[in-house]
């Protein structure tokens, strides 16, 4: 199983950045085991491959960095669960769309360890919660992303990760429209009412990690990850 790392207080971005991927490419050469990095970083922005110019509505805000991981504008800060999840998934069956699945799959376990409900969406990046208690007049029934999925493979080792709301300053992402979705807010774990900390989510992903990504292997048989029907 890979070996995980918690990472105390704020952790610089770029060379962050570096040490991650030089972790990545030492676990392709076989120096390395696989890792999981669990940290925070001060507050930024980051541009995905996929990244639109005009979904950067502040860009003088805070530091804004472009990297190689899928997907488009995301935010940083303290009070945000960031996980750098760097597994070798040429061994672990070579099936991209498995892992990024698997990957979906491991944030909803985590979060329905608090009794939480979370959702991916067909075309969207991240997770969702609905929130039936904001439902529209007409019955419609709002969401917000609690988290960010972005990951990028290299010499089939994963890199980047997911990035999980805790307790951020919600409005630190208003500078950008967050994986290019507008007209949807943002939410986290103690928004949303939980008590929950660091070290509580901490344990949630470590106990839920061995359903999807088993010793050797990932994407066990009939684990799905609720999505909507449109």
Not at 165 to 189: A, K, Q, Y
């Amino acid at each position: 199983m890979p070996e995980w790392q918690n990472f105390p207080g704020l952790s610089p971005y770029l060379p962050t950045l570096a040490a991650m991927e030089a972790r990545a490419e030492a676990i392709a050469s076989g120096d390395a085991p696989e890792a999981i990095w669990l940290l925070e970083h001060p507050p930024l922005y980051t541009a995905g491959t996929s990244a639109k110019a005009e979904d950067l509505t502040d860009p003088d805000r805070f530091p804004v960095h472009a990297v190689g991981r899928g997907g488009q504008y995301t935010y940083h800060g303290p009070g945000q669960r960031v996980v750098y999840v760097m597994l070798n998934v040429g061994a672990r069956g070579r099936d991209v769309r498995c892992f990024v699945r698997a990957m979906e799959n491991w944030v909803i376990a985590t979060l329905a360890e608090f009794n939480l409900t979370g959702e991916v969406r067909p075309g969207r990046v991240g997770v969702w919660v609905p929130r039936p208690d904001r439902r529209g007049t007409d019955g419609t029934v709002p969401e917000d992303k609690i988290a960010a999925i972005g990951v990028k493979l290299r010499r089939w080792v994963s890199f980047h990760g997911i990035s999980i709301n805790v307790e951020p300053d919600l409005s630190h992402f208003s500078g950008i429209v967050p994986c290019g979705i507008r007209n949807s807010g943002v939410t986290s774990l103690v928004d949303l009412g939980l008590p929950v900390t660091m070290d509580d989510l901490d344990s949630a992903l470590k106990t839920t990690f061995p359903r999807f990504f088993p010793d050797g292997g990932m994407c066990p048989d009939g684990v799905t990850a609720p999505r909507s029907a449109d």
